[in-house]
């Protein structure tokens, strides 16, 4: 074991993982962390928390994560490379992992255009392959990225992002073969709609044995409506929504629409479940955490393992 | 003020501008003596600061006369003195100026009726503005 | 070559409002291309300035002058005598020469200008960023394409999630700059180049380390330029 994360732990024992997320809130009160948290703990091995998620403001994932741990509970902590340089990010991770927390993913963050500051200075000191880079050097090196020695070093299980639908297609999997070579221990994708495309990028993973190197959970997200569908669809940069998805939900009652929703997320696991190289779900239920346990168990996933 | 003669200059295009305005006379179509023509090789070669120098030396309105648009004898002549005519517009805007002291027109070489109806029009919207800040401080001056 | 554009009127005439006579000062460089502060445009502005005053009944003289460059002593020098005789200067050139003219002249000196990039003319009338001047160039791994100024995140090992159908996620006007590496790469057959990492970027040549200066010995030294011209 690298690390005491219990996601490692899991993924260790050979079982199907399963994180989700919440994304804390825009002001002061903890408790709305703490309630989502609630809702789904028993039925995940890792929590995410959202780190100015969409490139506005909220609470930081730290202090979010810490509130987890306190409750005996297992924070993702995320951090994007668009607000920190590598001092304030290095600082962080010294800071996170003195408070229990003990699994991150390293991201690049969506640019400050689409958010509340648009204005705002992007950093994009390094990118989120060296952030990887950077995080392992501190844990196995216990070296600063500059190059000095770091005397207690921080022992972080390291994630990060993948998304098989961006462009150009070709270097999704070269692109991940990056960050295996930088060091990264799991991968959480994009939310899949189009699992065929998915089925398709996981082979080419397995073809080049990254599945060996990497522990990749599918990213799941369950349609809360038809209007979600289509605005994912077409608003969204990076989504690849295929037609049957929206046909499906068409095709039922609207007040019907999201319990369709939850089915078709639970028929996708199931399926995925059996593609080879999968090893767990990040499942990401928009502002309808609720509804986590549901899929889970929908899913023949629940109980969690003890670890 | 009622008996204001506003000073306009007409930049005109040797192939059409000027030829419609030179149409009007052989014709006997009158338009007022306050628009000052000069002639062009071809609007595109009249530059925004000729605009601005027009308006600075007292002129009331400005105005470009060129072929109509896809017969510019230089293919796309005309459109170039059309973008000058906007940026000057848009200058005189941000200073305080009515931006309708310059104008673009476009005529084909036979248009002396048209080209004289338009001289009497904009004359009249420019004697309806009155003089320009430039030319009372020139006639201030003089 | 250095971009600019110039700053909106009201902002200009607002500097110059307590002077009675101005210099408005070109340059005959990179602001002369971008039809930012060449002659043609410090005659455009003298006259917009002058046609202001007619309008606010207020009396200002504005002198023009283009120099070669703005970016030399040398060449600030024959400003001397039009700066003896005005109460300030508005300058078309870009931060560069600004300064340059503010560093020689006691009197108040005006950006006519917001210098914007270093970049190059993609069609008339149209300029767009191509380099950050790094102080470090990564071309010679990248196809020939700058990830640090054309990547909206700077990105060294490209592209991220948000590049959709060769556009990069900030909007559809914009090129991916990743995309355009990995085309570029394949067309040179040097795609296995792509999956080598490429270390955190040391920006202390892009200024990360303080202003920056170059100082050329064989150049800065008066002894061998004078044994040159000998």
């Known amino acids: ?66 509130a987890l741990k306190q409750m005996g509970l297992d924070p993702i902590i995320q951090m994007v490379s668009r607000d920190r340089n590598r001092l304030a990010m290095q600082a962080d991770i010294l800071g996170a992992y003195a408070l229990g927390c003990n699994t991150m993913l390293c991201l690049s963050g969506d640019h400050p255009q689409f958010g509340d500051h648009p204005m705002a200075k ?38 990060a992002a993948a998304n098989p639908f961006a462009d150009p297609f070709e270097l999704r999997v070269m692109r991940l073969a990056k960050k295996v070579a930088a060091g990264v221990d799991f991968i959480q994708t994009q939310c899949i709609f189009n699992t065929a495309k998915f089925e398709e990028w996981m082979k080419q993973v397995v073809d080049r044995g990254l599945d060996e190197k990497v522990a990749i959970l599918a990213g799941i997200t369950p349609m809360k409506s038809l209007g979600m569908a289509k605005y994912m669809k077409s608003k969204v940069p990076g989504m690849d929504i295929p037609d049957e998805v929206i046909d499906r939900l068409a095709g039922v009652d609207k007040d019907k629409q999201a319990e369709e929703g939850i089915k078709m997320a639970i028929e996708q696991m199931q399926r995925l479940k059996e593609c080879k190289g999968v090893k767990g779900f990040h499942i990401m239920a928009i502002e309808w955490e609720e509804k986590v346990p549901e899929l889970v168990e929908g899913a023949g996933l629940s109980p969690r393992p003890k670890v | ?51 601005m120098k027009a308006l600075e030396k007292g002129a009331d309105g400005v105005y470009i006369a060129a072929c109509l648009e896809g017969d510019c004898h230089f293919k796309d002549g005309n459109l170039r003195a059309v973008a000058h005519v906007e940026k000057i517009k848009k ?52 | 070559m250095i971009t600019a554009e110039q700053k909106p009127l009201q902002e200009i005439l607002g500097y110059i409002a307590p002077y009675e006579k101005i210099l408005v000062v070109g340059c005959n460089e990179c602001v002369t291309v971008c039809a930012a502060g060449g002659r043609k445009e410090v005659g455009l502005l003298s006259s917009a300035i002058r046609l202001n005053s007619a309008k606010a009944g207020k009396k200002i003289e504005v002198l023009e002058h283009t120099l070669e460059r703005q970016c030399d002593p040398e060449y600030v020098d024959q400003l001397a005598e039009l700066a003896g005789q005005v109460d300030a200067v508005v300058s078309l050139a870009c931060g560069c020469g600004i300064q340059t003219v503010a560093s020689q002249y006691p009197i108040p000196v005006f950006p006519g200008v917001n210098t914007k990039f270093m970049g190059a003319s993609e069609s008339q009338g149209i300029w767009a960023e191509r380099c950050m001047g790094c102080g470090d160039c990564m071309l010679g791994i990248t196809g020939g394409i700058c990830p640090i100024a054309r990547c909206s995140k700077s990105i060294m090992n490209g592209p991220c999630g948000g590049s959709v159908n060769g556009k990069c996620e900030i909007s559809p006007d914009v090129d991916c700059a990743w995309q355009l590496i990995w085309d570029r790469l394949v067309e040179l057959g040097l795609q296995d180049r792509y999956e080598e990492l490429v270390a955190a970027k040391d920006w202390r040549p892009a200024g990360g380390g303080g202003p920056r200066k170059i100082i050329r010995e064989d150049l800065a030294s008066s002894k061998i330029i004078t044994e040159d011209n000998a």
Not at chain 1, 144 to 149: I, N, P, S, T
């Open chain 1, 122 to 159: 992007p950093v994009y000191d390094i990118d989120s392959i060296n952030m990887i880079k950077m995080v392992k050097d501190m844990r196995d090196e216990a070296k600063f990225q500059g190059g000095a020695d770091i005397t207690e070093p921080p022992k972080m299980f390291i994630g």
């Open chain 1, 1 to 66: 074991m690298k690390t005491e994360s219990r996601l490692e732990k899991v993924l260790a024992s050979g079982q199907l993982a399963v994180t989700s997320e919440v994304g804390p809130p825009r002001g002061c009160n903890i408790d709305i962390v703490k309630e989502k948290a609630n809702m789904i703990k028993d039925h995940v091995d890792g929590i995410n928390i959202t780190d100015n998620q969409t490139a506005m403001v909220r609470m930081s994932s730290i202090a979010a994560g810490v």
């Open chain 2, 91 to 142: 200058t005189l805007e941000d200073l305080g100026w009515e931006p309708e002291r310059v104008a673009m027109m476009n005529f084909s070489a036979a248009m002396g009726q048209q080209f004289a109806q338009a001289a009497e029009e904009f004359t009249e919207k420019i004697k309806a503005l009155g003089p320009s800040p430039a030319s009372q401080a020139t006639s201030k001056a003089v």
């Open chain 2, 1 to 51: 003020m009622d008996n204001f003669e506003p000073e306009i200059v007409a930049f005109c295009c040797h192939y059409c501008g000027y030829t419609a305005a030179d149409m009007a006379g052989t014709r006997r179509i009158s338009y007022p003596s306050n628009v000052k023509i000069i002639r062009v090789p071809c609007t595109g070669k009249v530059d925004a600061i000729h605009l």
